[in-house]
């Protein structure tokens, strides 16, 4: 539906007096709060005990990566003209674009592994371990954002609270789940002086 609006909007002449400006923003803005909704679905899950929220995670994922590559191919295609030159250039010299740049390429191996034939090759944990690199993505395309505007920082700020919040929940899941594991765990003589022995 945003690229619908947004070829609408060309159909008709209402991407102002910078379209391409218009449509990095734009498929920018939707890779971000799609991949921030891809963050958001394990918490809601577990907040609301929705369990089959988790079937749209994937899904949220691909979108995400959609968006990505729409943001992208703007930047390579409408903005620089395939000039490789210019691009390399940038990615070297320009912060902001070297940490989005950053953040578009781990998001490769994401979508690529997104199938469930991918889980059975490498395996749950591997999977799993690979896949957290979705927290390194969001991360860069907060700092991407914050560093690419100039004055306004309302948006940016609001998607890196958003992140922090998400993030700060699971870190707060993970040790309180290691608490309890802690406090149920054996504690018999042999136990403590196998532990010790480590």
């Given amino acids: 539906m945003p690229l619908a609006r947004l070829g609408l909007k060309a159909l008709h002449g209402g991407l102002g007096a910078n379209p391409i400006e218009v449509i990095t923003h734009s498929t920018g803005d939707w890779t971000m709060i ?16 929705q369990y089959w929220l988790i079937g749209l995670r994937r899904m949220l994922g691909l979108f995400a990566f959609f968006y990505g590559c729409l943001h992208f191919t703007t930047y390579i295609w409408l903005d620089k003209f395939f000039d490789l030159h210019e691009m390399l250039h940038d990615i070297a010299k320009r912060k902001f674009i070297t940490i989005g740049f ?97």
């Fill in 102 to 198: 950053l953040g578009f390429l781990l998001l490769i191996p994401l979508a690529v592994t997104s199938t469930a034939g991918w889980i059975r090759r490498i395996g749950g944990k591997r999977w799993q371990t690979l896949h957290r690199l979705i927290y390194v993505t969001a991360i860069a395309g907060v700092i991407h954002y914050i560093w690419l505007v100039k004055s306004d920082l309302r948006k940016p700020l609001q998607y890196a609270f958003i992140l922090g919040v998400l993030l700060a929940y699971r870190v707060i899941v993970h040790f309180t789940q290691q608490s309890k594991v802690r406090r149920v765990a054996p504690t018999s003589p042999t136990q403590q002086v196998g532990v010790s022995e480590v």
């Fill in 34 to 49: 799609l991949l921030l909704a891809t963050l958001s679905v394990t918490p809601v899950r577990m907040l609301t005990r």
